[in-house]
């Protein structure tokens, strides 16, 4: 017999019933927690959401070892994290006429003075010194916490999250208080 | 930073991070997208353990009803009528496994094999192939499967001990020689193709459409989805079913892979900061069948907002596809055909919402119409 390639992984990883019941239950869970680390990382909700689906849906794929795994979040951070990297990766130009009703479509929520200004200075940020002021400052991660989820050193942590504070202080929405 | 510094900015962000109002979590939709991963996952999987020939696994009639499967009678060598390949009774419920054509009228065939004449597998020659399936909640705890085998093969032997025939079928001009079952999800069984020459018995492997703990009937994965040993899912068709602008330039566009993987959407949104999507796979459904009504929600990435696309498969007697919006206003869905089989497809841009279907025959009469329309997903509906 042949040993199965490192695909057979997924098929053995099928959830029964009790399975499913806990993974329900994480999920709704969790889902809160990751849209908002979502929102943080995109400033877009409805991406936001797409991606906390997307994170959930492959720890669903892999709800076994996800299950049994010492930091379940941790993992999710990081599928969330990496999604959130790669979103607009793909290219495509479709510039075509459709059948759209005569509508608007509705523009950023209201969010106005200093929570539109945290977001827009945030996402001045590269994006990964924004994973890193989010997963500090939202999540409370530590240096090597954050690491893992971003998968670099706690060093390289450091310094990202040095240069983010130091655009971050040129921001309305830090300036108050500022002793520069 | 200073201790101050970093309390305000921890504050800010809380305070902003907080005010977002997550919706209800889609348990069901992820779990459907994380089905979706899987499957396709799976396909690799099972092609690789087919090359490598090991052992096979499936059980054959549900809840004991051992021998409930009746190949399709037909003298030697010749194509049994009708396509029928095997049909039983499980759980007192009849059930059919056919080749047949699920092309609508007029275009290129399409062969496949279907159960009970609605979800559908699209096959080509291939022995040693299979695939397998279950019915979800309307039939739970059964599975329904077929191998294909060389023309010389008679019959598989599932469990050691029963036999079922294979039996030559003709679709679309092409010849199937074939072997069907229906098997219980709560029992885990091999099964070997018999080779006539008498050598050591070929075996191949089934996928297995749900694991559940030992002697436990459990709903199975993948409702109407069919889950097969061949990974060839680019032997199906693949088009684009609708495209458009958002009134802030955004694009976006609908397309649809089938194949043996199922009707396979993905709504993809695009802008000047690159793209995002989303996709689902759904049953396979006849011309007479029912209508699988797709949702897809997405994120738009400039806009803040977003948008549901909806695509549905729709039988070859409607001329128009009606969608009522929340606001009163109405979209005619596009058409397209994909393989010989027609499709619709819209997009409903946030924050209004798909609140009605109708279906409309040539002469603009009402055929069905349903206020049951997913927000994420799909649902099936026979107009």
Known sequence: ???????????????????????????????PGLVRLAFGLTGDRWLAEDIAQTALARAYVAWRRVSRADDPDAYLRRILVNASHHRFR??????????????????PADLVGERAALLAALHQLPPRQRAVVI?????????????????C???????????????????????????Q | MTATEDRELRRALHGTLQSVPPSPAPVEAIIRRGKRIRLRRTGAAVGTLALAGIAAVAALAPHGAAGAASPALAAPGSVVPGGVIAHGTADGQPW????????????????????????????????????????????????FGFVQVAAD?????????????????????????????????????RVTVVNPSGTWPRVFTLPLVSAQPSGKATTPENPGLWINTSTALATGD????????????????????FGIGGDCYELDGSSSHGNTQMGYCGPISTPDGPETIMALPLGFPDSGTGATGYAVQVSPATAVLKATLSNGSSVMATFCLVDGRKYAAFLVPNPLRLTKLTWLDARGRAIASTTAVPRYGYVQFQP
Not at chain 1, 1 to 7: N, Q, S, V, Y
Not at chain 1, 141 to 149: E, K, S, V, Y
Not at chain 1, 153 to 179: I, M, N, Y
């Open chain 2, 238 to 257: 693949s088009g684009a079913l609708a495209w458009g602008t958002l009134p802030d330039g955004q694009g976006w566009f609908i397309k649809l892979q």
């Open chain 2, 153 to 189: 093969v008679n019959a598989i032997t599932v469990d050691g001990d029963v036999s079922v025939p294979a039996v030559t079928v003709a679709a679309c001009g092409m010849r199937y020689h074939v072997a069907g079952f229906a098997y219980s999800l709560a029992k885990t069984l």
């Open chain 2, 96 to 143: 059919r496994l056919t080749a047949q054509n699920i092309a609508d009228p007029g275009y290129a065939c399409v062969p496949a094999i279907t159960l009970n004449g609605t979800d559908a597998d699209p096959v080509f020659p291939n022995a040693d192939s299979g695939a397998v399936v279950a019915l979800g909640s309307s039939l739970p705890g059964v599975g």
């Open chain 1, 90 to 107: 793909r290219h495509r130009v479709t510039e075509q006429p459709g059948d759209l009703p005569e509508i608007l479509v509705e523009g």
């Open chain 1, 153 to 179: 050193s706690p060093g390289t942590v450091r310094s990202q999250l040095s240069r983010a504070l130091a655009k971050l202080r040129q921001s309305p929405a830090l300036g108050e208080g500022d002793d």
């Open chain 1, 135 to 151: 997963l500090r400052y939202w999540e409370d991660l530590t240096d090597a916490q954050i690491a893992a989820a971003l998968g």
């Open chain 1, 1 to 31: 017999m042949t040993e199965p390639r490192d695909e057979l992984t997924a098929v053995a990883d099928v959830i029964d019933a009790d399975g499913r019941e806990e993974f329900s239950a994480f999920a709704a869970s969790r889902w």
